[in-house]
């Protein structure tokens, strides 16, 4: 643990690219050798404009030529060196944070979860930064003063120019820079928009989905004029930009040859002028031209760094729990979201491993935050709770929890990576072992592909009583010390109930605490203890057959309106 919390501390975004500066020395002597290498082309058009055109020796030319061949190669060969390399120093940075979100992963909570999605994201734009042509032109910038530098050796009135030249280019630079504050216009009502229209159970008439739309333009309008305006800005300074680029390259070339013709200058140095000033120009054209690229990588960058910051190494010394600690729970409350009212308050009870629980009431009762709450998915807001999941112990004392949402959505993949949660190397013989424990072994292997048949959103559907299965095959996955089961009884029929009364028994006979939330009466007589919720509140807590009668097992599970949201 000690190693795993010292390598993580050293793979922080900035740490992590300081490991990295033996490569970025590499770049360095690459990049001087490949902008030296560059000052070929200026200097074999002075040499064959005044050398060879006075001698009008072929042998010249040729020898000339071969070597501007020989030493253009070799720039090329030490630029597509050092484009691999800045390449690489995007991957390695890749690899090393990934280990650290690895380590956090198992650490984070729920409001957790959205940051580890957006690191993610920012991580592979940080790759992508890093083998862009941005990058590249960003190591050449240092570089920019030895073409000034050259071009102020031919006369100093083309060095002024081409710094004329260079101030121009902060106009597109500067218009960026002022946009990016709104690039992310139209992207919350297209978001709105397209989160309600995929909700099918919301809109079951066309009629809906043309009133969304109608609001969804009614908001988008404003948002285009904005977006027109920003981009009229940006087009106006871009292309102003380029077109006093265009004048003073000219300008430079009428500069150059009226220096020619006061005797000043050789004719060779109007085409090395040029190349010169088309190089100097080029870099800083580039940075300008990806501003908003710049900007995305600044913008990940501090994302990351802040996202590390909150996740933390991990603790070194923990107090270690019992080998199942079962369910401990004190006077807990638990709040849905943010700024909501209380779905569990002031719950106690507790469970001894092996033992199995109902937890039955009428809809909007709180079951299902309590079955979140148990798993760690939600945070206790009160009072205290130790389960499996709980979530301050390092992921080595971990204890495994498998949970089944009340609406499991499968992933992409195959069903065997669904089951085992896309382990790297799982034996097969643990996916069907988990898949018999939920009676659905034969159903797979009745499909064309068996275990690697492909599931999920962009696949077949499935039936609603395999995808339940499924979802319970992957709840005992690895033999978990705490199962926790939402509505498990879902789109299953007689033959699905059995088994789950088999895994409900199997389960709890290997010391595991199994937790059911239901509205169905048949499965309390699958458990041994059963505890009643009434609007959140805990009404009563027991083995079925001692503190529940008959009449207060059908009150418990008539449906009734709840003012609060909890489900």
């Given at each position: 643990?000690?190693?795993?919390?010292?390598?993580?501390?050293?793979?922080?975004?900035?740490?992590?690219?300081?490991?990295?500066?033996?490569?970025?020395?590499?770049?360095?002597?690459?990049?001087?050798?490949?902008?030296?290498?560059?000052?070929?082309?200026?200097?074999?058009?002075?040499?064959?404009?005044?050398?060879?055109?006075?001698?009008?020796?072929?042998?010249?030319?040729?020898?000339?030529?071969?070597?501007?061949?020989?030493?253009?190669?070799?720039?090329?060969?030490?630029?597509?060196?050092?484009?691999?390399?800045?390449?690489?120093?995007?991957?390695?940075?890749?690899?090393?944070?990934?280990?650290?979100?690895?380590?956090?992963?198992?650490?984070?909570?729920?409001?957790?979860?959205?940051?580890?999605?957006?690191?993610?994201?920012?991580?592979?734009?940080?790759?992508?930064?890093?083998?862009?042509?941005?990058?590249?032109?960003?190591?050449?910038?240092?570089?920019?003063?030895?073409?000034?530098?050259?071009?102020?050796?031919?006369?100093?009135?083309?060095?002024?120019?081409?710094?004329?030249?260079?101030?121009?280019?902060?106009?597109?630079?500067?218009?960026?820079?002022?946009?990016?504050?709104?690039?992310?216009?139209?992207?919350?009502?297209?978001?709105?928009?397209?989160?309600?229209?995929?909700?099918?159970?919301?809109?079951?008439?066309?009629?809906?989905?043309?009133?969304?739309?109608?609001?969804?333009?009614?908001?988008?309008?404003?948002?285009?004029?904005?977006?027109?305006?920003?981009?009229?800005?940006?087009?106006?300074?871009?292309?102003?930009?380029?077109?006093?680029?265009?004048?003073?390259?000219?300008a430079a070339v009428g500069l150059a040859a009226y220096l020619v013709l006061d005797a000043?200058?050789?004719?060779?140095?109007?085409?090395?002028?040029?190349?010169?000033?088309?190089?100097?120009?080029?870099?800083?054209?580039?940075?300008?031209?990806?501003?908003?690229?710049?900007?995305?990588?600044?913008?990940?960058?501090?994302?990351?760094?802040?996202?590390?910051?909150?996740?933390?190494?991990?603790?070194?010394?923990?107090?270690?729990?019992?080998?199942?600690?079962?369910?401990?729970?004190?006077?807990?409350?638990?709040?849905?979201?943010?700024?909501?009212?209380?779905?569990?308050?002031?719950?106690?009870?507790?469970?001894?491993?092996?033992?199995?629980?109902?937890?039955?009431?009428?809809?909007?009762?709180?079951?299902?935050?309590?079955?979140?709450?148990?798993?760690?998915?939600?945070?206790?807001?009160?009072?205290?709770?130790?389960?499996?999941?709980?979530?301050?112990?390092?992921?080595?004392?971990?204890?495994?929890?498998?949970?089944?949402?009340?609406?499991?959505?499968?992933?992409?993949?195959?069903?065997?990576?669904?089951?085992?949660?896309?382990?790297?190397?799982?034996?097969?013989?643990?996916?069907?072992?988990?898949?018999?424990?939920?009676?659905?072994?034969?159903?797979?292997?009745?499909?064309?592909?068996?275990?690697?048949?492909?599931?999920?959103?962009?696949?077949?559907?499935?039936?609603?009583?395999?995808?339940?299965?499924?979802?319970?095959?992957?709840?005992?996955?690895?033999?978990?010390?705490?199962?926790?089961?939402?509505?498990?009884?879902?789109?299953?029929?007689?033959?699905?109930?059995?088994?789950?009364?088999?895994?409900?028994?199997?389960?709890?006979?290997?010391?595991?605490?199994?937790?059911?939330?239901?509205?169905?009466?048949?499965?309390?007589?699958?458990?041994?203890?059963?505890?009643?919720?009434?609007?959140?509140?805990?009404?009563?807590?027991?083995?079925?057959?001692r503190d529940l009668r008959g009449s207060d097992l059908a009150?418990?599970?008539?449906?009734?309106?709840?003012?609060?949201?909890?489900?």
């Open positions: 643990m000690t190693k795993i919390v010292a390598r993580y501390r050293k793979l922080r975004p900035t740490t992590a690219l300081q490991a990295r500066l033996p490569l970025f020395g590499a770049l360095f002597v690459f990049g001087a050798f490949v902008n030296l290498l560059l000052l070929t082309g200026p200097l074999f058009a002075l040499q064959v404009y005044d050398r060879v055109l006075n001698s009008r020796s072929v042998e010249t030319l040729v020898a000339l030529g071969g070597l501007m061949v020989f030493l253009f190669l070799v720039m090329g060969i030490l630029d597509h060196a050092r484009k691999r390399i800045a390449a690489r120093i995007g991957e390695h940075l890749t690899d090393d944070l990934s280990f650290a979100l690895e380590q956090a992963a198992g650490r984070v909570g729920p409001a957790g979860a959205d940051g580890l999605a957006n690191a993610i994201d920012d991580l592979e734009l940080l790759r992508r930064f890093f083998a862009s042509a941005v990058f590249i032109a960003m190591l050449d910038m240092p570089w920019l003063p030895v073409f000034l530098l050259a071009i102020a050796l031919l006369h100093p009135a083309l060095a002024g120019l081409a710094l004329i030249g260079l101030g121009l280019f902060l106009l597109p630079a500067l218009a960026t820079y002022l946009s990016a504050g709104n690039q992310g216009i139209g992207q919350a009502a297209n978001a709105w928009t397209g989160a309600l229209l995929r909700d099918q159970a919301y809109f079951q008439v066309a009629d809906d989905r043309r009133t969304c739309l109608a609001q969804w333009r009614r908001r988008n309008r404003s948002d285009r004029a904005l977006a027109l305006w920003r981009d009229d800005r940006i087009s106006f300074a871009m292309s102003t930009a380029h077109t006093m680029r265009a004048i003073v390259q000219s000043q200058l050789t004719p060779g140095a109007i085409i090395a002028t040029t190349v010169l000033l088309a190089r100097a120009l080029s870099t800083p054209e580039l940075i300008a031209q990806n501003m908003a690229q710049l900007q995305a990588f600044r913008a990940a960058w501090r994302r990351l760094d802040k996202a590390f910051t909150e996740f933390g190494p991990p603790k070194a010394n923990s107090v270690h729990l019992p080998e199942n600690p079962g369910i401990a729970a004190n006077r807990v409350t638990v709040f849905p979201a943010p700024g909501a009212s209380a779905a569990i308050r002031m719950a106690t009870f507790r469970l001894s491993p092996g033992q199995s629980l109902a937890v039955i009431g009428p809809s909007g009762a709180g079951k299902s935050t309590l079955a979140r709450a148990l798993c760690a998915l939600l945070p206790i807001a009160g009072g205290s709770l130790t389960t499996s999941a709980f979530s301050a112990l390092p992921d080595r004392e971990r204890r495994r929890v498998g949970y089944l949402p009340q609406q499991p959505r499968l992933p992409s993949g195959t069903i065997a990576d669904v089951i085992c949660g896309f382990a790297d190397n799982d034996p097969r013989a643990d996916v069907v072992r988990s898949a018999i424990g939920a009676g659905v072994h034969d159903r797979i292997m009745e499909l064309p592909d068996a275990y690697d048949t492909i599931i999920g959103p962009a696949a077949a559907p499935l039936p609603g009583s395999l995808i339940q299965q499924i979802g319970l095959a992957r709840a005992i996955y690895g033999d978990p010390e705490l199962v926790v089961l939402d509505e498990p009884a879902n789109n299953l029929d007689a033959t699905g109930m059995a088994a789950l009364a088999e895994l409900i028994s199997e389960r709890t006979a290997l010391g595991a605490v199994v937790v059911l939330c239901t509205q169905r009466p048949a499965l309390v007589s699958f458990v041994d203890m059963v505890l009643v919720l009434d609007d959140g509140c805990l009404r009563s807590f027991g083995p079925p057959e009150q418990a599970f008539t449906p009734e309106p709840r003012k609060s949201g909890a489900s």
